[in-house]
């Protein structure tokens, strides 16, 4: 609409200065009509450049996610840029479960994303996305034909996965996946895990020589797991460190 009111400003403006016979009422009238085009054309930029009419709306949603490779639990980041402001995070929805190609945040700049690690039963990622919206049917009747209604403004990505998941850059993945597969790093697993779990079960018969089957099988599981657990924290830590 404000578009059709400069045009038709201006167009009355010319008439008024130029056909109407008698000049004084016709200039009169010309500078009334520049004027509200001038008007009109101020309120259309700053429209345009500060969001005239217009207020930021924050949406908030919440959604579960899964780790991209089934079956672990593990959150992905993948870099793309050096200053680290282009990075994105890779997973999967349970609707996206099954698509070959797992699920992205953005890459902006005004996009933030955030990795809180505590007891949460369930993994999530919470987008909380601001945008401009006009305030009322009147700026969006008056400044729509702008067609800048919901611009984007920025938006904050909060992923929130329990304390034995793992967050990992694509790359540091990637070189997990291989040292966990080198037959050299499985045989010395098994020499460490089979020392380690002597070394537990030893003790745990010092303490208490009469431990039953059941028990002494019991004390042998719980330090195959707590085995697992460290050399792969290690690893990882090992990992991490390499630049």
Excluded at 10 to 19: D, K, N, R, T
Excluded at 99 to 110: C, E, L, R, S
Excluded at 119 to 128: D, G, I, Q, V
Aim: glycine share 4%; aromatic share 12%.
């Amino acid at each position: 609409m404000i578009l059709v009111s400069i045009l038709i400003c201006a167009g009355l403006a010319y008439y008024f200065a130029v056909f109407l016979k008698n000049k004084k009422v016709g200039y009169g009238l010309s500078f009334t009509f520049i004027a509200l085009f001038i008007i009109s054309l101020v309120l259309l930029v700053s429209n345009e450049y500060g969001h005239f009419g217009m207020q930021k709306v924050d949406d908030e949603k919440t959604y579960q996610i899964q780790s991209v490779q089934k079956g672990s639990k593990l959150l992905l980041k993948k870099e793309l840029g050096t200053s680290g402001k282009e990075d994105v995070y890779v997973y999967r929805t349970p609707e996206t479960a099954n698509k070959k190609k797992p699920t992205t945040t953005k890459v902006d700049y005004n996009v933030k994303n955030v990795v809180k690690t505590g007891n949460y039963s369930a993994a999530t990622l919470t987008k909380k996305t601001t945008r401009w919206e006009y305030k009322n049917d009147f700026y969006s009747f008056l400044f729509g034909i702008s067609d800048n209604n919901k611009e984007f403004v920025k938006q904050t990505n909060t992923f929130k996965v329990g304390k034995d998941w793992l967050v990992l850059t694509t790359t540091q993945a990637s070189q997990l996946q291989k040292k966990m597969k080198s037959k050299s790093f499985q045989a010395q697993m098994k020499q460490d895990g089979a020392a380690y779990v002597k070394a537990a079960v030893t003790k745990a018969m010092q303490t208490n020589p009469s431990m039953s089957a059941d028990q002494q099988k019991q004390v042998t599981q719980q330090a195959e797991k707590a085995f697992k657990a460290e050399a792969q924290a290690k690893l990882i830590q090992e990992i991490k460190s390499q630049k």
